[in-house]
C-alpha cells in the first residue's frame, strides 16, 4: 500500500538554526499538506499546496515558514530560525483529488 | 473560521462495553466529518468519515452519526477491544471537489481496559 514518507524521524535543532523536514507524498495525489502536533495537543494545520503554490495557510504559517516541491517528488517545510515553541511533531499529508488525506509519520522536532 | 469541540478528553471502558465520542462544530458550510485514530507515537489514521447527505455510517464494530441541524456528530465503538485503545480526533471541513483543509478536535483518548 502506498505511503506518505517522511525524513528525517527525530530532529534535534539549536534555537535559531535553520531546519528542513522532508516529505514525499504519494506519487499520483495532487494537494500536500502540513501539519503540526504539539506534544498531547491537537493537530493543527500548517499550509496546503497545489499545482506548485501555496493554496490556504494558517496564521503559523508565518514568514519564518515555507514550503517547496523541489523535483516533483519531495515537498518540504523549512523554518528560517527556528525558536522553543516550534517543538512539535509535524506530519506531511497528501490527497488525490477527493479527500481522505494521507498521513506521514511524522517528524519530531526538538528545538534545545 | 470553523471551530471543532470534541468531549470527553479522556473515555476509560472496560474491554467489550461501547465507547462513544461527540464533536461539534461552528461552520454551517462544513460538509465533511473524518475521524481518525492515533495510536502512540504513530501517524493519525483515517477510520471512518461521513459527508452532510447522510445522517449516520457503519463500518463493522464503528459508526459515526451525524446532526447537520445541532451541528454535531459522534463515533460510537461497540465491543471495544484493548487495540481500539488510542487517540481519537474529529474533524470538521468544507470538502470543494479538490483541496480541503479539517480542522481539528482536541482529541480523546480511549482507553480500554482488558
Known amino acids: 500500500e502506498p505511503e506518505v514518507t517522511q525524513t528525517p524521524s527525530h530532529q534535534v535543532t539549536q534555537m535559531g538554526q535553520e531546519v528542513i523536514l522532508r516529505c514525499v507524498p504519494i506519487?499520483?495525489?495532487?494537494?500536500f499538506y502540513w501539519y503540526r502536533q504539539i506534544l498531547g495537543q491537537k493537530v493543527e494545520f500548517l499550509v496546503s499546496?497545489?499545482?506548485?503554490?501555496?493554496?490556504?495557510k494558517s496564521e503559523i504559517f508565518d514568514d519564518q515558514f515555507s514550503v517547496e516541491r523541489p523535483d516533483g517528488s519531495n515537498f518540504t517545510l523549512k523554518i528560517r530560525s527556528t525558536k522553543l515553541e516550534d517543538s512539535a511533531m509535524y506530519f506531511c499529508?497528501?490527497?488525490?483529488?477527493?479527500?481522505?488525506?494521507?498521513f506521514g509519520q511524522g517528524t519530531r522536532l526538538t528545538v534545545v | 473560521g470553523e471551530n471543532v469541540e470534541q468531549h470527553p478528553s479522556t473515555l476509560s471502558v472496560q474491554e467489550g462495553d461501547s465507547a462513544v465520542i461527540k464533536c461539534t462544530y461552528s461552520?454551517?458550510?462544513?460538509?465533511?466529518f473524518p475521524w481518525y485514530k492515533q495510536e502512540l507515537g504513530k501517524r493519525p489514521q483515517l477510520i471512518i468519515d461521513?459527508?452532510?447527505?447522510?445522517g449516520e455510517k457503519k463500518d463493522q464494530r464503528i459508526a459515526v452519526t451525524l446532526n447537520k441541524t445541532a451541528k454535531h456528530f459522534s463515533l460510537h465503538i461497540t465491543e471495544t477491544q484493548p487495540e481500539d485503545s488510542a487517540v481519537y480526533f474529529c474533524?470538521?471541513?468544507?470538502?470543494?471537489?479538490?483541496?480541503?483543509?479539517?480542522?481539528f478536535g482536541r482529541g480523546t483518548s480511549l482507553i480500554v481496559h482488558p
Open positions: 499529508a497528501s490527497t488525490p483529488e477527493t479527500t481522505e488525506a494521507f
Open positions: 506519487s499520483n495525489h495532487l494537494y
Open positions: 499546496f497545489y499545482n506548485n503554490e501555496i493554496s490556504e
Open positions: 461552520d454551517s458550510a462544513s460538509n465533511y
Open positions: 461521513i459527508r452532510s447527505n447522510v
Open positions: 474533524a470538521a471541513s468544507i470538502e470543494t471537489g479538490g483541496s480541503y483543509i479539517p480542522t
